[in-house]
């Protein structure tokens, strides 16, 4: 549904909950309730944005970036660029309760995929992983690793983790030839704005891991990386 107060208006919708807290559990008919602010495009079409103060709250400070694997390059404006190694990934603070990180990625890569993680292990075995396709205009909610031990599980519904439609996917508005992307874990909610596009799901079966900077196969440069933590 929309709201209107003063001169905006509001976008207001539940993120449900998943049965026995898992990904692969059925929604219910309740959750948590979800809000954005509503804006016009110059062409028309509607956009979204953070309600104001939601991303004030965590405090974000340029982000603690550790390299982890690959050969990265830091600039003085904050930037952190990859090679063209076969992958790299360097990690941006806890992805713990009430955190939250902001980064601009520049849409000008070789880089076969490359996007953020949350909750990624410390050897990078597991993640959720928001996966930048440019070729396909998309930008994919994803996890890693598929437990796929069946082409089906008929307990699920619509997850994406074991169902045959595991991916949430959102278009990929760029502006200038980049995106930026925000995400804030509070709870078992994820919370992510890509530009003017909003995606929010549940992740329940990873927790309190890392927020990354990943890619794969090229280069990509990541830009002014900021984390905070706190409700």
């Given amino acids: ?18 049965a026995d807290d898992r990904d692969t559990g059925h929604r219910q008919w309740g959750g948590s309730l979800v809000a954005h602010t509503l804006h016009v495009r ?6 979204v944005a953070p309600v104001d103060g939601f991303f004030e709250r965590f405090h974000l400070a340029p982000a ?3 390299p982890r694997q690959g050969t990265w390059s830091s600039a003085p404006d904050g930037t952190w660029a990859t090679t063209a190694t076969p992958f790299s ?26 996007g953020i993680a949350i909750h990624a292990g410390d050897s990078f075995d597991h993640a959720y992983l928001l996966r930048i396709e440019p070729d396909r205009e998309r930008v994919v ?9 069946s082409p089906f599980d ?18 990929l508005v760029a502006a200038d ?28 079966d990873l927790r309190d891991g890392m927020f990354a900077m990943y890619a794969a196969d090229g280069h990509t440069r990541f830009i002014a990386p ?5 409700k």
């Fill in 1 to 18: 549904k929309t709201v209107a107060a003063s001169d905006r208006r509001y976008l207001v919708g539940w993120l449900s909950s998943r």
């Fill in 42 to 47: 110059p062409d028309g079409s509607l956009g």
């Fill in 64 to 66: 603690p970036v550790t």
């Fill in 89 to 114: 990934w360097a990690s941006v603070g806890d992805s713990v309760d009430g955190s939250a990180l902001d980064v601009t990625i520049d849409l000008d890569s070789s880089a076969a995929e490359f």
């Fill in 141 to 149: 909610f994803d996890r890693r690793p598929h437990p796929i031990g």
């Fill in 154 to 171: 008929y307990s699920s519904d619509r997850a994406y983790v074991s169902a045959p439609d595991h991916e949430i996917e959102r278009p």
């Fill in 177 to 204: 030839g980049r995106l930026r992307i925000r995400v804030a874990v509070l709870g078992s909610a994820i919370v992510t704005y890509l530009n003017d596009v909003a995606l929010t799901t549940r992740g329940y």
């Fill in 226 to 230: 900021h984390y905070g933590c706190g």
